[in-house]
């Protein structure tokens, strides 16, 4: 077991995503040296209460690497404390980024990444090609801070300041993959993205519609035939040879037992996250600049600690309290996921046990494109495994 | 050229006392970036600790090769696939 | 399921200022503020029409008589300030450190008090113990309980069991909530806030409880005209509360607005009101030993198991 410790060192970004569920993001909330320290005292004084094996130090943003004076101060401090304790994570800790890339090549970042090298994952988010990128990556103008948005027309996207330091990263981190987001204006752009980013040298593209309630009508057919083209260029090019896209997986789309499958599937409280302010968060998701329609659950802070009855509705959730009955009998439950801080955020009361149901329809499509995947990619195989027996057996005959 | 050739295989407890020596390893080799010698009570642990854990992850391996009896190379050495306690051999051709 | 079939009482608070006979927020209004006498009316035929038992909560003062005239136009029930005993079905003693007027003899009487005060008046309570026929105590400071007071209270509740001996020996079969309940229990039997019960304020909106009411009359759950509307309103259930569904503390009051107090969700009881339930679930198995040792027997009682826990979240890992 791990435990994924966030810190939220800023809630600006240079971007301003048209799909971001950060709906408070702000250039005020930086987190201070005192903050930091004051967390990270807290969690390692009490060995006893983080018990997990090992630990991620995970930092987010906003764009995390807006702070990378603060970062760099934080994970030398972490580094020496944990040797200074004879803290059991010394032997087994990561630190962990997800970020836009903007700033990835800019000397104080690579210093950092190659202070700590062995220790590092580091996530970029190119969303595909650059029309699909360009389409919802769009550089924050400066009349947003006002609460206006640009014109469509005077709206930069972000892809040429990201693409640019892919190979870079791929080259310091051959193994890492992309997240991409799916929101209703770019399905279109779907599969000729994932084959743009295993062009760019990408092996894992991890891909996830929006949780939230944005799905218009058409969406979901318009998605399920993007990936059916997709499973077929994925196929046909052979690229499922050494790449992947967590669209298709084998096991997903089945019905699920009431008692055996009854895990929920988020992991909100099994984390913890701290702001700028000193608050604790079962998940950056409860924070309030997270949050549409209800206020931040926090679940304590650094100077009094964590409340833990706070943490005990996430640490009693399965799925089946919190899933509606069409949820707990759909015949292609497996692999439809949530996003506990959306369902709270959507939820009709103060709680973390509605499950919401916007993405239904989107699971339902991508569980016929992953259909299709599988019984295309396992007949080919078999045909190739067919033909090759046969040539085996010629080469017999001939023998003979 | 190089050549990789899987040449043994260890038990997942035997991977997980090496992979902790590796974490531990690379932890140390991190921290002595930034530690200074100022600090002396702190830099004299981590040298020792750098000592200690070294001997440890020598002697993982001499009492490895010296069980399984793995084939080797005269200067070639062994890796570890932590995801499979797969054992390769990895030498360079002359 | 027609979960609106479910619904069996509707509780009425006649006055903003009713008098208090579960757990109350701290802010709780003394301010008058009667329900005007048309919402009484409404509510009363609200009820009717779902079929509803009415239980009337009253102030302080005696209310104006076309009041009484119209609640004794339906079968109910009267929660009554002890002042105010004439007709009453359950008494609420205010101020139970003082003398007792006759009318609690016999009585199923409800008083507040936190632990401190249980300690303090224990001969008073005995007092109560020896006149009434039922005695709910509804402790006041379930937030403040810390693991540090078990030995405390596991302490108070043996020597209430103590006089409950000392009554029973006597033929005097008292029920005290905190240690009784649970021997007749063989299932939960709790509150039932939005289950089974709702609460209709003065103002004409609905709530779960008093306490949601007076604490926040924006928490309201519909209104007379629009009727009711709670919203999640299985989360109130048993079935759909992870921890209390594997509990055998059947007596637990399972207060839900405590639960949104200190976990945040209405289903997830705190560490507090697991602990202090088991504390009382426990020493009701005790009581129950000393009742079979003195050769004391009641009607529908029944064994309570040994458990090595106090709050069944402990378990959570093995239902998962």
Known sequence: ?400 | MEIRKIVGQVTPEERAEIQALFERRNGLNELAKILSADNTDLYEKLIKDMGETGTKFQQWWDEKAKKYQWESYPHGNWEINFDTCEITLVATEA | MNLTNMLQYLIILLDKASVPYCHVPSMMSKNKGLMPLETLRRGIVFAMKENLNIQFVYPTYELPAEYEEVIESIDHTKIKPATQAEGADVLVIEDWTHHMPDDIDGATCIIHASRIELREYLMKVKELLGRVARLNVVLTDTEAFRDEDIDSYSSLLNELSDYLIDFFKQGRLVQLNLLTDRLLLTQMNNCGVGDTTVTLAPNGRFYLCPAFYHEDEGQSVGDLATGLNIKNRQLLRLDYAPICRHCDAFHCCRCIWMNSRLTLDANTPGHQQCVIAHLERNASRALLQKMETEGIRMSNTHDIEEIDYLDPFNNYKQWK
């Open chain 1, 1 to 400: 077991m791990e435990k994924s410790i966030t810190f939220i060192v800023t809630k600006d970004c240079q971007l301003a995503c048209k799909y971001c569920y950060l709906v408070g993001k702000n250039t005020k909330e930086r987190m201070s040296w005192e903050v930091a320290k004051g967390a990270i005292d807290y969690i390692l004084d009490r060995e006893d209460e983080f018990r997990e094996e090992s630990v991620i130090w995970d930092f987010i943003g906003g764009e995390p690497f807006l702070e990378i004076d603060l970062i760099d101060k934080i994970c030398d401090y972490l580094k020496t404390e944990m040797f200074r304790r004879n803290h059991h994570w010394f032997n087994s800790y990561r630190f962990s980024f997800s970020t836009n890339g903007i700033n990835y090549h800019t000397e104080k970042v690579q210093r950092f990444i190659e202070k700590n090298r062995s220790h590092l994952s580091i996530g970029i988010t190119i969303d595909g090609t650059q029309r699909k990128h360009d389409l919802n990556r769009i550089w924050k103008a400066p009349e947003m801070e006002q609460g206006l948005q640009p014109k469509p027309e005077e709206e930069r996207g972000s892809y040429n300041d990201v693409v640019r330091n892919i190979p870079l990263w791929l080259y310091q981190f051959p193994e890492e993959s992309t997240k991409v987001t799916i929101s209703s204006a770019d399905i279109p752009y779907i599969c000729e993205s994932v084959l743009h980013l295993y062009g760019l040298g990408i092996k894992e593209v991890n891909i996830n519609c929006v949780f939230e309630d944005v799905w218009k009508d058409g969406d979901d057919v318009l998605f399920e035939e993007q990936l059916t083209e997709l499973a077929d260029a994925i196929i046909d090019g052979k690229w499922y040879e050494e790449h992947a896209c967590s669209f298709f997986q084998e096991h997903i789309g089945k019905p699920m037992d009431r008692e055996r499958d009854n895990q929920n599937w988020c992991g909100a409280g099994m984390m913890l996250a701290v702001d700028a302010a000193g608050m604790f968060y079962p998940c950056t998701r409860f924070a309030q600049y997270s949050l549409r329609s209800k206020p931040a659950w926090i679940i304590g802070n650094i100077r009094d600690g964590i409340d833990q009855n706070k943490l005990r509705p996430f640490l009693t959730l399965d799925r089946c309290t919190q899933s509606n009955e069409e949820c707990i009998n759909c015949e292609v439950a497996s692999g439809c996921a949530w996003c506990q801080g959306e369902n709270f955020d959507a939820a009709d009361t103060h709680t973390v046990y509605q499950r919401s149901t916007a993405i239904c329809k989107m699971h339902k499509a991508r569980v016929r494109a992953n259909n299709y995947y599988w019984n295309k990619l396992f007949r080919k195989l078999e045909l190739q495994e067919y033909e090759e027996q046969r040539r085996k057996s010629n080469r017999k005959a001939c023998d003979i």
